[in-house]
C-alpha cells in the first residue's frame, strides 16, 4: 500500500452535501470533545475535533463503527477511562 492509499477525506465523501455535526451531551464545558456526523446515504461516520473543526475527520465506514460501538457497549475499553473522570 503506497503511503496515503486508503485515506478518506471528509470532502471526498460528501460532494459538496452539509453534515449535521453532533457531540454527547456528556461533553464537559472546556471543550475537549469529539464530533460525529453521518456520512450521505448511511455510508459511513466522520469523527472531529471540536476544538479544530475546519481540521481533518476522521471518515469510518459503517461496519467499522458498528464493530467500534458494540466494542464500546461491551467494555472493551473501559480502561482507557481515567479513574475519576466523567
Not at 24 to 40: D, I, Q, T
Request: aromatic share 6%; net charge negative.
Amino acid at each position: 500500500m503506497n503511503r496515503g492509499e486508503g485515506i478518506k477525506f471528509v470532502t471526498d465523501w460528501i460532494q459538496g452535501q452539509h453534515l449535521t455535526w453532533r457531540k454527547s451531551g456528556r461533553s464537559n464545558a472546556s471543550g475537549n470533545c469529539v464530533e460525529v456526523a453521518r456520512l450521505p446515504e448511511g455510508s459511513g461516520v466522520a469523527i472531529r475535533n471540536s476544538r479544530n473543526p475546519d481540521g481533518p475527520a476522521l471518515v469510518f465506514t459503517a461496519e467499522e463503527i458498528a464493530a467500534f460501538v458494540a466494542g464500546v457497549r461491551d467494555g472493551e475499553f473501559d480502561d482507557l477511562v481515567v479513574p475519576g473522570g466523567p
